[in-house]
């Protein structure tokens, strides 16, 4: 492969990579921890909200609570680093030939 076309390939894959980053940035994805706890994340891992129950909060048992926020950040953000992964799989297809 001559270095022009690399050159360009490259230049569309800095391209589409901030294209991908864009669109993350509008998208939400949702962790839960029981229905008690839900996170709001957008595609690129920021935390947009928290929702808590208030039947989450027992002042006895902050630990509980702690446990169950951890879980949907967690799962939050498992959901937006596979949301990345197929965004970025759709949008960087074309690298797919010149490996």
């Known amino acids: 492969m001559d ?18 980053q864009e669109k993350l940035a509008g998208m939400e994805v949702t962790g839960s921890a029981s229905g008690m706890v839900t996170v709001t994340m957008n595609g690129q891992g920021k935390v947009l909200g928290i929702r808590v129950d208030p039947k989450a909060v027992d002042p ?6 702690e446990d169950l926020l951890l879980v949907a950040l967690k799962d939050a953000q498992q959901k937006a680093d596979e ?8 949008s960087l297809g074309f690298l797919g030939g010149m490996m």
């Open 3 to 20: 270095m022009r076309k690399l050159m360009k390939q490259m230049q569309k894959a800095q391209s589409a990579a901030a294209e991908i």
């Open 60 to 65: 006895e048992d902050v630990e509980g609570l």
């Open 83 to 90: 949301l990345q992964q197929q965004e970025t799989q759709k």
